[in-house]
C-alpha cells in the first residue's frame, strides 16, 4: 500500500492559465474523488469516479473545470483559465467497494494558488 | 442536505489535559461517522470511525460515541500531547445514492502547549 499520490504538490499560475493536476489512487481502489479545501475549512466534495465512469459532480464544478480517469487508474483535474477564487488546495481519495465500503485514503494534495 | 458542525477552534491545551472536540451532524438516514485529523503539511488521516448507532470508535487513544439521540459524534482523549496538535474534522458519508463520498465539518484546530 504506497498510498495516494498527487502531483505537483505545489503549484502557482497567472490567472487566465491553465494547470492540471494528477492523482495516482491506491492500486485496489476502484472509486476515486477530489476534494477542494480552502483556508480554515473542510473538504467540499467536488466529483467522484467508479471505474472510469465519473459518476457524480458537485455544483461548485464549473464548466473551467474537468476531470477525467480514462483507464479507471488515475486521474487528472484540469482547470481551465483560472481565476484567484481557485486558489485552494485540491485534495483526491480513493476507496474500495464491496462488502463494508472502506473508508477514504487521502493523498497530500496539491497546493493551487493563482495570481 | 446532510451537514456536520464542528465547535469553533483553535482549542488550546496542556500536555495531559482532557480533550473533548465536538461534533454534530444533520442527516438523513444512518450515516457512518469519521474522524479525520490533518497535521501540518500532510493530507488528512482516518482517525476512527462508526458505522451505527452507539458504536464506539477508538485509536490512538482517541475515542468517539454515535450517538444517535442527540446526532452527536464528540472526540474524547484523556490525555493530549504536544505531538496531537492538528486540526481535526467530522465526518459523514452521503447516504444519497451510495457514492461513498464524505461530507465534513469546517474543522478544529488543538494546539497542545508542552
Known amino acids: 500500500d504506497t498510498g495516494v499520490s498527487q502531483d505537483p504538490r505545489h503549484k502557482i499560475t497567472k490567472r487566465g492559465q491553465n494547470v492540471t493536476f494528477r492523482c495516482d489512487p491506491i492500486?485496489?481502489?476502484?472509486?476515486l474523488y477530489w476534494y477542494r479545501q480552502t483556508l480554515g475549512q473542510g473538504p467540499e466534495f467536488l466529483t467522484y469516479?467508479?471505474?472510469?465512469?465519473?459518476?457524480?459532480k458537485s455544483r461548485l464544478l464549473s464548466d473551467r473545470f474537468s476531470a477525467e480517469r480514462p483507464k479507471g487508474s488515475f486521474s487528472t483535474l484540469e482547470i481551465q483559465r483560472t481565476e484567484q477564487g481557485d486558489s485552494a488546495m485540491y485534495l483526491c481519495?480513493?476507496?474500495?467497494?464491496?462488502?463494508?465500503?472502506?473508508?477514504?485514503?487521502f493523498g497530500n494534495g496539491t497546493r493551487l494558488t493563482v495570481t | 442536505g446532510d451537514s456536520v458542525t464542528q465547535m469553533e477552534g483553535p482549542v488550546t491545551l496542556s500536555e495531559e489535559a482532557f480533550l473533548t472536540i465536538n461534533c454534530t451532524y444533520t442527516?438523513?438516514?444512518?450515516?457512518?461517522l469519521f474522524w479525520y485529523v490533518q497535521y501540518p503539511g500532510e493530507g488528512l488521516q482516518l482517525l476512527l470511525k462508526?458505522?451505527?448507532?452507539?458504536d464506539k470508535g477508538s485509536n490512538k487513544g482517541f475515542e468517539a460515541t454515535y450517538r444517535k439521540e442527540t446526532t452527536s459524534f464528540h472526540l474524547e482523549k484523556g490525555s493530549v500531547q504536544v505531538s496531537d496538535s492538528a486540526v481535526y474534522f467530522c465526518?459523514?458519508?452521503?447516504?444519497?445514492?451510495?457514492?461513498?463520498?464524505?461530507?465534513f465539518g469546517q474543522g478544529t484546530t488543538l494546539q497542545v502547549k508542552p
Open positions: 462508526a458505522t451505527k448507532a452507539d
Open positions: 481519495a480513493s476507496s474500495s467497494t464491496g462488502v463494508g465500503n472502506s473508508p477514504l485514503h
Open positions: 492500486s485496489e481502489h476502484n472509486r
Open positions: 442527516a438523513t438516514g444512518y450515516p457512518s
Open positions: 469516479f467508479q471505474n472510469e465512469a465519473q459518476l457524480e
Open positions: 465526518a459523514l458519508s452521503d447516504q444519497s445514492g451510495n457514492t461513498g463520498k464524505l461530507i
